[in-house]
């Protein structure tokens, strides 16, 4: 396989096609190589238009929508960034060369030490993988100016939103199958937040966010 050419191929047809038209994200793109963040049993699928699976029952997102949350999330350098779901570290990895900092969480302490060990080969020196349950807690150096969710979650707990600063945002593919949409959500004072649904997409779900219950009497 030309690897080159399959990460242009992935960026003109899956990438540009789907409204992400952001020169620093194509660039990012370009120079961040998916595939060091891909299991060796699927390199194959490194610039496949699929969620790739990562092991321990978790997923890269597909890269497209990688692209449109990194284009909506707009990451300015002097920001403070938390990511729930680092899987392999590829997504944190595209955060830190926009970003000041980045903390990202992941459950699993397998992959735990694989997202750290990706982000040290590709010279990713801003961005911290813990291992922590992101549904869970608040994390000490909140609030932040972005909190990334790289899943899917029911609904948006009010624990997350407290971590934003004042004029951050949150961005989460948000809702059920067969019903989910891209959902950014700003923090426009102490009490208030705006909610904009961006786009529909599907992504599979971060473990332990509450799911809310359907019955009804």
């Given at each position: 396989m030309n690897i080159e050419q399959a990460r242009f191929n992935m960026i003109e047809q899956q990438i540009r096609?789907?409204?992400?038209?952001?020169?620093?994200?194509?660039?990012?793109?370009?120079?961040?190589k998916r595939e060091d963040f891909v299991p060796l049993a699927h390199k194959a699928l490194a610039f496949v238009d699929m969620g790739i699976?990562?092991?321990?029952?978790?997923?890269?997102?597909?890269?497209?929508?990688?692209?449109?949350?990194?284009?909506?999330?707009?990451?300015?350098?002097?920001?403070?960034?938390?990511e729930i779901?680092?899987?392999?570290?590829?997504?944190?990895?595209?955060?830190?060369?926009?970003?000041?900092?980045?903390?990202?969480?992941?459950?699993?302490?397998?992959?735990v030490k694989i997202a750290r060990a990706n982000l040290q080969k590709?010279?990713?020196?801003?961005?911290?993988?813990?291992?922590?349950?992101g549904a869970a807690g608040t994390v000490a150096e909140a609030p932040f100016d972005l909190i990334m969710l790289s899943g899917s979650v029911a609904e948006v707990p009010q624990s997350l939103l407290a971590q934003l600063k004042v004029g951050g945002r949150l961005l989460a593919i948000v809702g059920e199958e067969p019903v989910m949409c891209a959902t950014?959500?700003?923090?426009?004072?102490?009490?208030?937040?705006?909610?904009?649904?961006?786009?529909?997409?599907?992504?599979?779900?971060?473990?332990?966010?509450p799911v809310p219950s359907h019955f009804r009497f």
């Open positions: 096609p789907w409204n992400v038209l952001d020169d620093q994200v194509l660039h990012l793109l370009s120079v961040v699976p990562i092991g321990y029952g978790e997923f890269m997102l597909a890269p497209r929508l990688e692209a449109r949350l990194l284009q909506d999330a707009a990451v300015r350098k002097h920001e403070k960034v938390l779901g680092a899987g392999s570290g590829y997504m944190a990895a595209l955060l830190a060369h926009q970003a000041q900092r980045v903390i990202s969480l992941e459950i699993d302490p397998d992959l590709a010279g990713i020196h801003n961005a911290e993988v813990r291992q922590f349950d950014q959500i700003t923090r426009t004072s102490q009490a208030e937040y705006t909610t904009k649904v961006l786009w529909d997409s599907v992504a599979p779900p971060l473990l332990n966010f």
